[in-house]
């Protein structure tokens, strides 16, 4: 295989992992539209969702036209099944109560943000301009959900509880975000993607902070699940794609 | 043939879906018209990437350039570099707050978003500097939400990206 082959062969891989996470925790966002403890909070919800999604198609857009074999978006997010999706499996996982979704969002957020800035001088020029696109409205998610992981944290006895058993359910799911793939080297040596250690360094020290200032407590390490890139999923991913693409799949090509 | 110039009068009478005092051209979404021997080049940029309205901006440009005559056109979309509220013109921001919107007031979100940094914003209706921010997301991507506690009154802050 050629190098720049063996480039785009990783490239594509690591474009659908950013892609599917961004899609399947803006899907996931989007359940709460009409559900929100309040209603401005349940617009910022699906606000944010729709950011996410955004962001998401210009990953698959791209993942697409790498891949060359004539699949938009909408073809690789609707039409591929669960084993195919590299999305982290933090973001597939159920959005419980408001201090779950809160604290998922917050893990990941934190994640991507550090991820997208360092984007930023990737040597991709496409990849570099979607994180300079989707960097400036990931701020604005990283702070709304610190905002309210504080608020939960220092608010009640019961709301503290909540966000505490949040961070303690979801901490397992943390690890995967961080896995790299085979190919992820050759792009670090291309310097087109950062090294995952140094993301890992500056999520910590996010997490600790905000964590920190929420009175909550960071939980230790123990078992850790992964394999959301290699498609190894938890058994709530397939009942959102489920649900997610049965107009596509009960009716090929429908369009709007 | 159309001058650039004419390309940017009719641009001038498409408006945001979501905002429809401002222009395309006001809001700072028109990168680049070009026009040469193979006809007539547009560069678009997104606002937000998850904004629904840019497809329809993209379809009513289509409309208004075919109402208006000219059929051999093309519109190309780019995303860097990003779309910033500074790109909003001064005219812009004087009919955003004609239009009872707070226009932005400085630039592109930074760290100081990140660490408690909220600038005050004035009420388009009273002036007052009395505001509270109740949240960062509004009625549509590009607002945040306000209250005046002069006059009482909720209004719509375009923030900055
Ligand atoms: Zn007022």
């Known amino acids: ?256 | 043939m159309e001058t650039r110039e004419q390309i940017f009068d009719y641009l001038q009478e498409v408006f945001d879906p979501e905002v429809p005092v401002l222009s395309v051209v006001d809001l700072g979404i028109i990168r680049k018209v070009e026009v040469d021997a193979e006809g007539t080049h547009i560069t678009i940029t997104p606002t937000y990437t998850g904004c629904p309205a840019m497809n329809v901006i993209e379809e009513d440009i289509r409309a208004k350039l075919t109402e208006k005559g000219i059929n051999n056109f093309d519109i190309k979309t780019i995303l860097s570099p990003a779309w910033t509220t500074d790109w909003i013109s001064d005219e812009g921001k004087r009919k955003l707050k004609e239009y009872g919107i707070a226009p932005p007031e400085r630039s592109s979100p930074d760290k100081s978003l990140l660490s408690n940094h909220i600038k005050t914003i004035k009420c388009p209706r009273c002036g007052s500097t009395d505001t509270e921010m109740r949240s960062f997301f509004g009625s549509t991507a590009c607002k945040a939400l306000y209250v005046c506690h002069a006059c009482k009154e909720p209004f719509d802050y375009f923030k900055c990206l």
């Open chain 1, 1 to 256: 295989m050629s190098d720049a082959t063996a480039v785009n062969k990783s490239l594509l891989n690591y474009l659908l992992w950013l892609g599917d996470s961004n899609l399947v925790l803006g899907h996931r966002l989007s359940e709460w539209c009409g559900h929100g403890p309040i209603l401005e909070e349940d617009i910022a919800i699906t606000n944010i969702a729709l950011d996410l999604i955004g962001a998401s198609r210009l990953y698959l857009t791209y993942a697409g036209e790498l891949e060359g074999k004539g699949h938009t978006e909408d073809d690789l997010a609707y039409l591929r099944d669960v084993m195919n999706y590299k999305n982290c499996i933090l973001v597939e996982q159920l959005n419980g109560d408001f201090a779950n979704t809160m604290m998922r969002q917050f893990l990941f957020t934190a994640f991507s943000y550090h991820l997208q800035t360092a984007l930023l001088n990737s040597t991709n020029e496409q990849l570099r301009a979607i994180a300079e696109k989707s960097v400036k409205e990931t701020t604005y998610h990283l702070r709304h959900c610190s905002d309210w992981l504080i608020r939960l944290g220092g608010g009640t006895e019961e709301s503290h509880k909540r966000t505490q058993d949040a961070v303690d359910n979801l901490w397992m799911f943390t690890d995967d975000m961080f896995e790299v793939a085979e190919g992820d080297k050759l792009l670090v040596t291309e310097k087109i993607v950062p090294e995952m250690a140094t993301i890992y360094k500056q999520w910590e020290a996010t997490v600790k902070q905000v964590l920190d200032e929420a009175t909550i407590k960071v939980p230790q390490r123990s078992y850790m699940m992964k394999g959301g890139r290699k498609g190894i999923h938890t058994e709530h991913l397939g009942f959102l794609l489920a649900e997610m693409q049965f107009m596509q799949r009960a009716y090929p090509g429908a369009k709007w």
